[in-house]
């Protein structure tokens, strides 16, 4: 290769030498161009990061001051509706969960209890046993009775005293007198006929239930009139003064069954007389309603366990809380779902289920 192509490195050094006196700025002039970019970049990112970070500080002051320290009613006011939330919210919290047990009862319990249905379509079944009382021996001197065996359930006896006590402490009466109470099915076959031979079946029908199917079989049903120390029979409709027992009696657990405005539901024409135990809350709704116990029935129906429970008040301020269950199909028990810790019974209806009835004012 031609030796033009080759130099020595004294000879490029020497070059080297001549250009830089040739030119002794260019070099010092690319140095300040960096510098002046480097210097405005930094500049920029710093302004940039004080914007943010001011912005930020003013945001987060805003959202934590309060209405008097900005001077103005809050953007975010607590309203009524808020506040009934909050309290909702709160009552929910602080209830305490309810927890049931669900012991079993045989099916054949769905015709025992206090609110079982006996009518016309409704037949009554006789249990193996049957506790009653004789009035004779158990009941108080505020009122009278036409037979020294007339008995009834021990429950319906014991409300009957109570009534009938307070009916004589207001009213200074104390003539009061229980015609009937229990019957036996061959007593009512009896009276069935005897009626018959007197005014015959048409008339009978009206009033008299034919055997298997009263509610005097039950104990939980009496006839009460009047008899004066005189020696005078009368009707408790026959003076004012009587009303007070059909007015009150609900709030010892008794119904004025049959009511004239609802023989057609009940299919017996109305008797002032004949009044019939089923318990403080059912003759309390009973009452305030204008229902008979076919209708009741039909409504507790209604509120089944797994959907909304029929809940009220009564006079007294006892809170109540009632449900309905369906009998098992399936077997020969139903078991019937009951809170834990409350007070409650359950009574079949004889019509097809069983109700619970719990007293929300009490614990067990």
């Not at 008995?151 to 207001?170: K, P």
């Not at 008794?254 to 019939?276: A, V």
Request: glycine residues 8%; negative net charge.
């Amino acid at each position: 290769m031609p030796d033009k192509y080759f130099r020595s490195s004294s000879e490029m050094q020497k070059n080297a030498s001549q250009n830089r006196k040739r030119n002794p700025n260019k070099r010092g002039n690319g140095h300040n161009y960096i510098g002046i970019i480097i210097t405005v970049a930094v500049i920029c990112v710093a302004l940039i990061t004080a914007t943010i970070f001011g912005v930020s500080y003013l945001v987060g002051k805003l959202n934590n001051e309060t209405p008097s320290e900005k001077g103005g009613a809050s953007t975010n006011p607590i309203t009524e509706k808020t506040e009934k939330a909050s309290e909702s919210e709160t009552e929910e919290q602080t209830e305490p969960e309810i927890v049931y047990e669900y012991p079993e009862y045989e099916n054949t319990e769905i015709s025992q209890g206090p609110l079982i249905l006996v009518n016309y379509d409704h037949e009554y079944k006789f249990p193996d046993h049957q506790y009653l009382l004789v009035l004779y021996e158990n009941k108080t001197s505020s009122y009278k009775i036409s037979d020294s065996k007339i008995s009834l359930e021990r429950d319906t006896l014991i409300a009957l005293n109570d009534m009938l006590d307070a009916f004589e402490s207001e009213k200074k009466i104390h003539d009061v007198i229980v015609t009937s109470g229990y019957r036996s099915y061959e007593t009512q076959m009896d009276l069935y006929a005897s009626r018959i031979e007197t005014v015959g079946i048409e008339e009978t029908k009206k009033y008299v239930a034919i055997a298997g199917y009263s509610e005097h079989h039950t104990g939980m049903a009496f006839d009460l009139a009047v008899y004066t120390d005189e020696g005078k029979s009368l009707k408790l409709g026959d003076k004012t003064e009587y009303s007070w027992i059909a007015d009150n009696c609900y709030k010892y657990g008794f119904i004025l069954r049959y009511d004239q405005s609802k023989s057609d539901i009940t299919g017996i024409m109305g008797e002032e007389w004949h009044f019939r135990y089923v318990g403080v809350p059912h003759a309390y709704y009973m009452k305030k309603h204008n229902l008979a116990l076919e209708e009741y029935i039909t409504l507790l129906k209604g509120f089944p366990f797994s959907e909304e429970h029929l809940k009220f008040t009564d006079d007294s301020g006892r809170k109540w809380e009632i449900y309905y269950v369906p009998q098992s199909l399936s077997g020969t028990k139903t078991k019937i779902p009951v809170p834990a810790g409350n007070k409650y019974t359950v009574t079949g209806t004889n019509d097809g289920g069983f109700a619970v009835i719990i007293d929300k004012t009490g614990t067990i």
